[in-house]
């Protein structure tokens, strides 16, 4: 912001200084033809006054070379008899034509049956003196337009603080602001100020509407829990058992998730870690369905900013649908690669694919009996770190789902799908 601003200011600074320099430029100069046409008026009124007097050569002469136009060569005497006195360009029938009473040029005087005075060629506008005076008016101009800026700068100081002030705390969300200086800019202060306080009411009421939900939701699980230890331990009780374990699980991640996180903490986890013990789950589910699981995991750590449990939630999101919505014999690879500051989880599957992967990641939308929330779950824990989910055609036939997270404590550069397309080639 302030390099731009600084760049409109000396270009306006610049544009007044050459409008300026140009404008006192073109008055030098008119004056200085004005001067020029006013000397050569005098300097053939001179010669023109002695050739009414006199013809004697001599003393034109003399006449001619006083004269600042004589000295230059641009004045000269045409006398009836032929001679002349001085330099002149016009010829002989030229002179003849105009003493006999043809239309003389404006700088030429006839003296009838006496002599002609020829001026020619204006006196140069435009000498040593003229641009010595032209430089230091473009001097002037530029140490003028380097102070503007200077000044300028330092004047806009203070709205450019408060400008970035806006734009961390439009970044931050949540933080209130106060701004000084024009009104403009007060009130973009107060609706960023008025945007923060609407996000907070929303993220107040989605806080209250998932807490009541999953305060409802403990009702119907603990009659579940009852009416299974009324079936004893069955292998079907034993399942439902789990089941609903599970649910309760979830339920409290969900209370334990509204809890706003305090200033200054960011969740982080091990992606390798959590990916390694979602695997070794649904590896044994893989295992009862005859599928082939391929894990390629690396031993070192990978932090990404993301609680655990929301990354484990994610993962378990992307191979449940991989598990419902491919038969049962169909391969699975699952893949963490790094590249340029991202962390990038791959799983793969041997099914048919998806056939509209933009709409598979919109929330609400999907296909057959699918809620469509589940892409979307995963989809927003990656982009909370910066990162991005993509839905493609996968080298085992299926869909490949690539979930791009930041690295933590690293910058990330966007390397584009292109960079991701080249490594994949080359393996």
């Known amino acids: 912001m302030k390099r731009e601003m600084t760049r ?27 001067g020029a046409e006013a000397a050569d008026r005098q300097d053939l009124a001179a010669v023109t006054a002695v050739a009414a007097v006199t013809l004697d050569p001599d003393d034109l002469r003399a006449a001619v070379a006083r004269t600042a136009a004589g000295a230059d060569g641009r004045i000269a005497v045409h006398l009836v008899l032929g001679d002349i006195i001085g330099s002149g360009r016009a010829t002989h029938a030229e002179v003849a034509m105009v003493a006999a009473g043809a239309p003389a040029p404006s700088s030429w005087r006839v003296l009838p049956g006496r002599a002609v005075i020829e001026l020619t060629e204006p006196a140069a506008v435009v000498d040593m003196a003229t641009v010595g005076e032209i430089g230091l008016l473009v001097v002037a101009a530029a140490l003028g337009s380097a102070a503007a800026v200077a000044l300028g700068g330092r004047r806009f100081s203070p709205l450019l603080q408060d400008m970035r002030t806006l734009a961390d705390a439009a970044r931050a969300g949540g933080t209130r602001v106060h701004a000084t200086g024009p009104a403009e800019l007060t009130d973009l202060a107060a609706a960023v100020n008025e945007v ?4 907070d009411r929303l993220l107040a009421n989605e806080r209250e509407m998932i807490a009541d939900v999953s305060h409802r939701l403990r009702t119907p699980l603990t009659a ?14 034993n399942r439902i058992r789990g089941a609903v374990c599970a649910m309760d699980r979830d339920v409290d991640l969900i209370l334990e998730s509204l809890q706003p996180v305090g200033p200054g903490r960011v969740a982080e986890c091990d992606l390798t870690a959590v990916v390694r013990a979602r695997m070794a789950f649904w590896a044994v589910r893989a295992a009862d369905q005859g599928r082939w699981c391929e894990v390629d995991v690396p031993d070192g750590p990978m932090q990404v900013e993301l609680a655990k449990d929301d990354l484990a939630a994610a993962v378990d999101t992307i191979l449940d649908n991989v598990f419902q919505h491919t038969p049962e014999g169909s ?7 790094e590249h340029a500051g991202w962390i990038t989880l791959v799983v793969e599957d041997g099914g048919r694919g998806v056939s509209a992967p933009d709409e598979a990641v919109r929330r609400g939308r999907s296909g057959g009996r699918s809620t469509g929330l589940g892409l979307a779950i995963a989809r927003a824990a990656a982009e909370s770190t910066g990162g991005s989910l993509h839905v493609e055609r996968g080298r085992l036939g299926g869909a490949r789902i690539r979930m791009r997270f930041g690295e933590a404590g690293r910058t990330s550069h966007d390397s584009g799908p292109r960079a991701w397309r080249l490594w994949y080639t080359a393996r």
């Not at 200011?9 to 610049?14: P, R, V």
Request: with cysteine; aromatic share 2%; proline share 2%.
């Open 8 to 34: 409109s200011l000396m270009l306006a600074t610049g544009l007044v200084a050459l409008v300026l320099v140009c404008a006192a430029s073109a008055l030098l100069l008119w004056d200085n033809v004005r």
């Open 196 to 199: 923060a306080d609407r996000a």
């Open 224 to 237: 579940l829990r009852l009416d299974i230890d009324v079936l004893g331990d069955s292998v079907v009780a």
């Open 331 to 337: 391969p699975i690879a699952v893949e963490v690669v």
